[in-house]
């Protein structure tokens, strides 16, 4: 069964500073999709970065990036100069291959500290 | 602008009354998801559709129910047999069936049952 753990409920850090967030999973499918969401106080679901488990760089999208580590299951996101906008809940998401379902951790919430 | 669409952003339901939630997307996304939050919890997937006139139970269907009769659309009927309607609610699409892509968010309704 598919399981994404994140262990961190919450999360405080200075402005500027950057910032990671860490994912843990659980699979045994060789192939799979994870992915980061954030949650801004408004509710909507903002994608904002995606690592394929066949992927051998660490994607990244502007400030975001994932530290990848297929052998540990760990897929931890990287937010570098962090801004007070950052301030956010952010969720980790796995699919396996041919799956529809989206499997979400339980979340991280994250306050930028001016 | 592409996107999705939900209505309404807040709902009052009293117990024993039906309700349905309203999902639109001219995305010309295929695969359209409900998903279910509740405070300070993850995601968890209620019905999700991959093609007009079908569509699959996801994790927690009990007391909710789901129409796909057009492309556009994925309404969502919360049914008084649902024994804690109040909650979140998320609806989601994906362009085609891979892996790899990403599900779009719309901004979510919020039910209260009173």
């Known amino acids: 069964a598919q399981k994404i753990t994140q262990t961190q409920p919450g999360m405080f850090v200075q402005e500027k500073e950057a910032v990671t967030l860490d994912c843990t999973y659980d699979?045994?499918?060789?192939?799979?999709?994870l992915f980061w969401y954030k949650q801004p106080s408004s509710g909507e679901m903002i994608f904002l970065i995606y690592?394929?488990?066949?992927?051998?760089q660490n994607a990244t999208e502007g400030r975001y990036s994932l530290n990848f580590q297929k052998a540990r299951k760990s897929t931890n996101l990287v937010i570098s100069a962090s801004q007070l906008g950052d301030s956010a809940m952010y969720f980790c998401?796995?699919?396996?291959?041919?799956?529809?379902?989206?499997?979400f951790g339980q979340g991280t919430r994250l306050t930028i500290n001016p | 602008d592409g996107g999705i669409t939900q209505s309404p952003k807040y709902l009052f339901r009293k117990e024993g009354q039906n309700v349905t939630l309203s999902c639109e997307q001219n995305?010309?996304?295929?695969?359209m998801y409900w998903y279910r939050q509740d405070p300070g919890q993850g995601l968890r997937l209620i019905y999700y559709?991959?093609?007009?006139?079908?569509?699959q139970k996801g994790d927690i269907a009990e007391g909710y129910s789901v129409s796909r009769e057009k492309k556009e659309s994925f309404p969502l009927t919360v049914t008084s047999a649902q024994k804690n309607p109040t909650a979140f609610y998320l609806c989601?699409?994906?362009f085609g069936i891979g892996t790899y892509n990403e599900q779009f968010f719309g901004p979510g309704t919020r039910l209260t049952v009173l």
């Open positions: 989601a699409s994906k």
């Open positions: 699979t045994s499918d060789q192939s799979y999709g």
């Open positions: 690592q394929g488990s066949y992927d051998e």
């Open positions: 998401a796995m699919r396996e291959e041919g799956a529809q379902k989206l499997v």
């Open positions: 995305l010309n996304h295929d695969a």
């Open positions: 559709s991959q093609i007009v006139n079908d569509f």
